[in-house]
């Protein structure tokens, strides 16, 4: 049983940052990652890393800005956010895989089986 619990959202003015936590359960997950949900639109991936090689993926509007990491000792994921701006308020959700996403696209949302409960972002500006 995989079970993933988010924490670190919260309000900041546009411009600051937040960390967001992702505490996992379960193991052999290979694929971890973040998607966001802002009101009225779609869910989308935000950013991913591959758990045995490190690599990371990002959306564009992110790349720059945001930092996925995972310490596999803590089995925790961790979102840093820098320069948030407004369109970066919603929900944000920790997800996870046990396959080799790499060719399929790891921020495709249909992927994942495994989501956390959420967390929320609220950027002011």
């Known amino acids: 049983q995989v079970q993933l619990v988010e924490s670190g959202g919260g309000s900041v003015q546009a411009g600051g940052s937040l960390r967001l936590s992702c505490a996992a359960s379960?193991?052999?997950?290979?694929?971890m990652g973040w998607f966001r949900q802002a009101p009225g639109k779609e869910r989308e991936g935000v950013a991913a890393i591959y758990t045995v090689g490190g690599t990371t993926y990002y959306t564009d509007s992110v790349k720059g800005r945001f930092t996925i990491s995972r310490d596999n000792a803590k089995n925790t994921l961790v979102l840093l956010m820098n320069n948030l701006k407004p369109e970066d308020t919603g929900m944000y959700y920790c997800v996870a895989d046990r396959r080799d996403l790499r060719f399929f696209g790891p921020l495709q949302k249909n992927y994942y089986p495994y989501w956390g409960q959420g967390t929320q972002v609220t950027v002011s500006s």
């Open positions: 379960g193991d052999r997950l290979l694929f």
